[in-house]
């Protein structure tokens, strides 16, 4: 396993999402120090935080740790879901990321969204 690897992906998935390394760090229980240090490939989470990031971004715990995946297979997964997307969708999604996290919890209570990980569970 090569811990730059993993801390790309953690990276690149946390900036898709548009998580602050704060944001993400208060959902799995790490200081932002900690998480940059995983995303720089300078120390490697333990299973238990790899298993809350896969939760987190809804990716299988074998894509964290498999090396194989290539730039094509990413570039194919970006490519169908902007394919499918709206300019109206897109507006959606920069108003929500600027949100505060009230307003963003306020939101996912109105629209119904149930969350899969421990800390939006912890947090209602």
């Given at each position: 396993m090569n811990k730059l690897v993993i801390g790309n992906k953690i990276k690149y998935e946390r900036q898709r999402f548009g998580l602050t390394l704060d944001e993400l760090g208060r959902r799995l229980g790490v200081s932002k120090q900690c998480l940059?240090?995983?995303?720089?490939?300078?120390?490697?989470p333990d299973i238990i935080s790899l298993h809350n990031i896969s939760l987190i971004f809804n990716i299988d715990i074998k894509d964290f740790?498999?090396?194989?995946?290539?730039?094509s297979t990413v570039e194919k997964n970006k490519s169908l879901i902007f394919d499918t997307i709206t300019e109206k969708e897109l507006l959606i999604i920069e108003k929500f990321r600027s949100m505060s996290p009230d307003k963003r919890?306020?939101?996912e209570i109105l629209l119904d969204i149930k969350s899969n990980t421990k800390y939006?569970?912890?947090?209602?």
């Amino acid at each position: 396993m090569n811990k730059l690897v993993i801390g790309n992906k953690i990276k690149y998935e946390r900036q898709r999402f548009g998580l602050t390394l704060d944001e993400l760090g208060r959902r799995l229980g790490v200081s932002k120090q900690c998480l940059s240090g995983w995303e720089h490939g300078r120390n490697m989470p333990d299973i238990i935080s790899l298993h809350n990031i896969s939760l987190i971004f809804n990716i299988d715990i074998k894509d964290f740790l498999a090396e194989t995946k290539t730039d094509s297979t990413v570039e194919k997964n970006k490519s169908l879901i902007f394919d499918t997307i709206t300019e109206k969708e897109l507006l959606i999604i920069e108003k929500f990321r600027s949100m505060s996290p009230d307003k963003r919890k306020a939101l996912e209570i109105l629209l119904d969204i149930k969350s899969n990980t421990k800390y939006e569970a912890d947090k209602s």
